[in-house]
């Protein structure tokens, strides 16, 4: 089946560090590899997301390389803020699945 | 102006009762799903609607019937509520999902809890 597999939580971190958070997925085909962010208290809301392989997705200084030879999508951020805190879910969709498949998620806390 | 917004934000009800979410989207999309995020924060597939037509039911219990009255709404009503049935619902809604590339977009969130 397909499924996401995100690195253990929560990350804890200072202003300024160099950010990753490693996602592997398993999957049939040609999956759409998305992350996710969800502030405290609030939705979720698309960070960055990429289609095919080799597609970089960007986003408010936040990268992930979609890797198909080693089935990843790690997110990188070279330096965090404060503001970055929040909790960021690696997901998947497949053609004509209709529905994310997502990874089980990561508390990032950044301290000033 | 908000573009997926859920009603009510917080709902509290006893154990058995009955109680319905809704929600409804203003971008136009053809797309409607309900996720539940449990306390761990994993976040589940419940449904999706394309069209108004139901495409996955994900092994969701009967209790649980979601009804998309047009494009724009779905909601989702819950009968005789149990303990377990506690967490946040979300609604999302996408243009058109069967590409797998269309992103998501997430309503705010209805946490539910059962005493």
């Known amino acids: 089946g397909n499924s996401v597999t995100q690195m253990e939580g929560p990350v804890t971190l200072s202003e300024e560090a160099f950010l990753t958070i490693n996602c592997t997925y398993t999957a049939t085909g040609y999956p759409s590899l998305f992350w996710y962010v969800q502030y405290p208290g609030e939705g979720l809301q698309l960070l960055l997301k990429a289609t095919k392989a080799d597609d970089k997705g960007s986003n408010k200084g936040f990268e992930a390389t979609y890797r198909k030879e080693t089935t990843s999508f790690h997110l990188e951020k070279g330096s965090v803020q404060v503001s970055d805190s929040a909790v960021y879910f690696c997901a998947l969709s497949r053609q004509g699945a209709q529905k994310l498949v997502f990874g089980q998620g990561t508390r990032l806390t950044i301290n000033p | ?115």
């Open chain 2, 1 to 115: 102006d908000t573009a997926v917004s859920q009603t009510p934000k917080y709902l509290v009800t006893q154990m058995g009762n009955d109680k319905s979410i809704k929600c409804e989207q203003n971008l136009g999309h053809d797309t409607m799903y309900w996720y539940k995020q449990d306390s761990k924060k994993f976040l589940k597939i419940m449904f999706s609607y394309n069209n108004k037509e139901l495409i996955i039911n994900e092994t969701v219990p009967n209790r649980f019937s979601p009804k998309s009255p047009d494009k724009a709404h779905l909601n989702l009503h819950i009968n005789s509520l149990e303990l377990g049935d506690s967490a946040v619902y979300f609604c999302a809604s996408s243009q058109d999902s069967r590409g797998g590339r269309d992103t998501q977009y997430f309503g705010p969130g209805t946490r539910l809890t059962v005493l």
